[in-house]
């Protein structure tokens, strides 16, 4: 296991430049009231591809020689890092490959089109995606650049807590979602070099606690496709991110999934911005968690804002005009 | 009639900057591919109270004297000047009155609360709001501020413009959207003095095209109550913006009621932001117009954000996790 350092999260920093953008940080009165502390939010929902995970994977991309990129790469992803990673081999003009569940969100299949990334359909289950991957791989030769267990992509994220460092002066702490945790890792990987004492808290939905199950355990807990609104966040840890969470994250909090679209709700109403559930979970947990945060300057990534307009997890009534 | 003058803008600005938001301009590869512009959208939806309205309704009450403004403030609004005005009335610590038709949305009806304004209800009548008004005037002594036929309004409007002009160079045209008419107006009265030659237009539905026909018929033309998504849009110009929108704007385009929610949903999607259906007029017109605007520099207001997010103008599945 190749564990990614502080001089490769430097330099993937650098790497990725051209081909990302520095979100910008947002402040919200009323969500510094109602939480009684002083919130930061890092909007990866403005990022390239509309999440963060662009960061990973070009850095994963743009890493590559030039006889392995010649071959394309290739992934299993039902969400963003599919459109991420399509994104970056667009950039570097070679061929990129997904494996994507049927069913995956209309919005992320055409996203990776759009992109001019190959969609490859397979049944929803874990042995049908270890399939359709292994033979897209044993065709293309393609790299195969996973969402999150790869020094790569890790390094690749923790630009994005480079950069909230340098744009907040002070922080006590931050908290992210986890769900693969390759964000979490790369907050634990950047901040060990720049904040080493800023704490880090994980959030993860309640229907998919397993990092918090894991933390307790002291060894990896996955679970069988758990369902949450957060869709981003059913993944489990693996080995790469489990040495980050296991050693460096102060505590995960969770949050229902009532919690979560409430905390969804607040952020598009009061800061008029668009964020997936994954991303609400963060703030879902610094509401009710008061003791820990209130008084304390946080920051909160807010992971991406990739939704069907169609599908909204309230109800919503069609207005006629 | 009092018209404002370049001065009186300003001075506005110079009144009103510790009250409101200097907010951010943004963009969109997406947006600016698929119209064939550079578009700059000036985000009114960040601002306080989710919209720019603030700006007059600050102007407004901070220019009172102090035995003026002891009586306090009252004004005519279902949308966002009534909360504006309450918000600049509880920074000045006097009291503001608001007429509002029953029926007015529920998050504009709490945030006027919120804000400490008082609300008084009317049927949904011009006859009724007037008497409404009058009986409220004649009970408190309290100053009418006008949502936009207001010179003072239009003067704190006009800082849009101006901090518009000094975000982004060398713009060839401005498009905002008209409805009574106070914000275009405030634009004409800040591009007069800073950047004459900018182009300026004008967008409203076409439900609600009584400025395009006011323009090519050479005098006020207003309709009763016209239907639109757009609700920000429904008020006719009155004597103060008929002159700013008559000797100043280039032209007035229109929208349909699908291509207000087609816009709207664009800006949501691709650009991860809340608007509301008035503010997403000036880019469906800007889409369908593309001789006028392809291949130059285009700044667009995006006047709110202020959405009930529990009733949107598209159909919307709810999304059981």
């Not at 359709?132 to 791989?137: I, K, N």
Request: aromatic share 6%.
């Amino acid at each position: 296991m190749i564990i990614p350092t502080f001089d490769d999260a430097l330099a993937a920093r650098q790497r990725i430049a051209p081909h990302i953008h520095r979100t910008p940080v947002l402040r919200s009165r009323f969500l510094d009231g109602l939480s009684g502390a002083e919130l930061f939010f890092k909007c990866e929902n403005f990022q390239r591809g509309g999440a963060f995970k662009v960061r990973g994977a070009c850095n994963a991309v743009f890493a590559l020689d030039e006889d392995t990129a010649a071959r394309g790469v290739a992934t299993h992803s039902s969400g963003n890092h599919a459109l991420a990673l399509s994104y970056a081999a667009g950039r570097r003009g070679i061929a990129a490959s997904v494996v994507m569940p049927r069913g995956a969100a209309r919005v992320k299949r055409e996203a990776v089109l759009d992109y001019g990334g190959r969609i490859v359909e397979c049944a929803a289950s874990n042995d049908a995606r270890e399939a359709a991957l292994a033979e897209v791989l044993a065709e293309t030769g393609a790299e195969f650049v996973h969402p999150y267990n790869d020094p790569r992509v890790i390094a690749g994220q923790a630009s994005c807590s480079l950069e909230l460092h340098e744009q907040v002066e002070g922080l006590d702490a931050l908290v992210a979602p986890v769900g693969g945790g390759g964000m979490i890792s790369g907050c634990c990987l950047a901040l060990s070099g720049v904040a080493p004492r800023v704490a880090i808290y994980a959030a993860e939905p309640k229907n998919a606690d397993d990092a918090q199950r894991s933390l307790r355990a002291g060894h990896i807990v996955a679970d069988d496709a758990p369902q949450t609104i957060a869709d981003g966040l059913r993944s489990p840890l693996k080995p790469l991110t489990w040495h980050f969470v296991s050693q460096r994250v102060d505590d995960i909090f969770t949050a229902t999934e009532e919690e979560i679209v409430a905390a969804m709700k607040l952020i598009w109403q009061r800061m008029k911005i668009v964020v997936e559930p994954s991303s609400a979970v963060a703030l879902a947990t610094i509401l009710k968690n008061p003791p820990t945060f209130a008084g304390k300057r946080i920051g909160v990534i807010l992971t991406g804002g990739n939704v069907d307009l169609d599908r909204l997890p309230w109800p919503v009534q069609s207005m006629a005009c």
